[in-house]
């Protein structure tokens, strides 16, 4: 009977259906690029062509003694900043520049984040939806068989009525596995990109192997620091510090202004009627007093508040490297529960043989895809683990555009 035949042709085959990287088939690499391109283009970089002014603002008086216009007064005061404040002020511009560019990569990092995380929904959700197509195949083979076999008792009907509540369930997952399939296919189709209709994601990944060669790397090296956290702390100190170096400036500025005043009346209408005044004052750090104080305080929240987040780190680091070895234990005992499926089947054919009911074989196979199903479930969690270490160590970060889902890090 063919029906063997094609049962142990799906117990042998272990490879699930996995389409070629053709024109219709969408590649993590293009959409990984085409979506950083499109944060970069929506990020213009700060205006650099900022300078701080060397005078701060000009003031222009006149006064009229007894309504006379020969009595007029005026007077004209320029306050301007001295050399320490405006190198503190182009300081402090400098690292707010930077703390921008530091947001700019956390939105990178978290856009990265995303795009990891719905490509692997993707391509899972491909892999089980071929699973699911090939156990309706398996379930549509015993609905035969059980017709033939529905009259011979009460329990035959009750096995064919849940079999066929079992192939509506199916129909159920396959049908929602499609509509989900289409909602990231038109998600991942970047605005401006090929014409071409997509129908399947290109599902090549990096094994499992190397990935867990690399977290082997990852444990003999020890806890990492927070890449991310500490660029984040680094621009936000330095900005602090400035800010500071700022407000410091400001305080023990000596030179308030200059001043020229013009009044009459005289004989002469410029060495009697004009004079120039220089205002000077002594810098007590009272001025700015409390604002640096605040800044100083906040430097110190910000040092200990690094501290703690780093051991929070180190803890969680640990944890996820501990926590990954359970799939990848559970996978190991899925391949050997497969494994011995497989020789069942090989038992049970031959009993069928002389039974000439093929039911045995169909609910090995049933058996045989629920735990493939279980599989890549698993796989797919070790995959998600793997991109969060990858975050956690920076990776994602630093090196935005690679993709770590064919390779991973340091190969």
């Not at 096995?159 to 998600?187: M, N, P, V």
């Not at 094994?207 to 806890?223: C, K, S, V």
């Not at 975050?391 to 770590?404: I, V, Y």
């Amino acid at each position: 009977m063919n029906l063997k035949r094609h049962a142990l042709s799906g117990i042998i085959l272990l490879a699930v259906h996995s389409p070629g990287a053709g024109q219709d088939t969408l590649n993590f690499s293009t959409i990984l690029a085409a979506r950083v391109a499109a944060l970069e283009k929506l990020s213009p970089d700060s205006d650099p062509s900022w300078k701080p002014a060397w005078i701060n603002d000009i003031e222009v008086r006149t006064e009229t003694d007894r309504f006379d216009p020969d009595r007029q007064e005026y007077l004209l005061r320029f306050n301007f900043n001295s050399p320490g404040l405006v190198k503190a002020q182009k300081n402090y511009f400098a690292s707010l520049q930077a703390k921008y560019g530091a947001d700019r990569n956390e939105n990178l990092n978290k856009l990265v984040r995303g795009t990891y995380s719905e490509w692997l929904d993707a391509v899972f959700l491909q892999k089980k939806s071929a699973l699911l197509e090939e156990n309706r195949s398996i379930l549509e083979d015993e609905m035969q068989v059980r017709q033939k076999m529905v009259a011979n008792s009460e329990k035959d009907l009750a096995e064919y009525l849940d079999l066929k509540q079992e192939i509506r369930e199916c129909d159920l997952q396959l049908s929602g596995c499609r509509f989900r399939k289409a909602e990231l296919l038109d998600r991942m189709v970047f605005p401006g990109g090929a014409d071409q209709s997509y129908q399947s994601f290109d599902d090549r990944l990096v094994t499992l192997g190397q990935i867990e060669a690399y977290i082997n790397r990852l444990q003999l090296d020890g806890p990492a620091s927070n890449a991310t956290a500490e660029a984040g702390f680094r621009y936000r100190k330095v900005a602090l510090e400035t800010e500071l170096a700022a407000e410091l400036a400001e305080s023990r500025q000596i030179v308030d202004f200059l001043q020229f005043r013009y009044r009459g009346p005289h004989d002469d209408r410029l060495s009697e009627r004009l004079s120039a005044g220089l205002g000077l004052r002594v810098p007590l750090n009272g001025k700015n007093r409390l604002k640096v104080a605040e800044l100083k305080q906040a430097i110190v929240s910000l040092d200990h508040d690094r501290q703690l987040e780093q051991f929070a780190f180190s803890t969680i680091f640990v944890r996820r490297l501990a926590e990954i070895r359970l799939p990848f234990d559970q996978y190991r005992l899925l391949e050997q529960q497969l494994n011995e499926l497989e020789s069942e089947f090989r038992t049970v054919s031959t009993r069928a043989n002389s039974t000439g009911s093929p039911v045995w074989l169909l609910n090995i196979r049933k058996a045989w895809n629920k735990a493939r199903i279980r599989k890549i479930e698993i796989e797919k969690e070790i995959y998600k683990e793997y991109v969060e270490l990858l975050d956690l160590t920076g990776a994602l970060q630093w090196d935005s555009a690679r993709n770590f889902l064919e390779e991973t890090p340091e190969e």
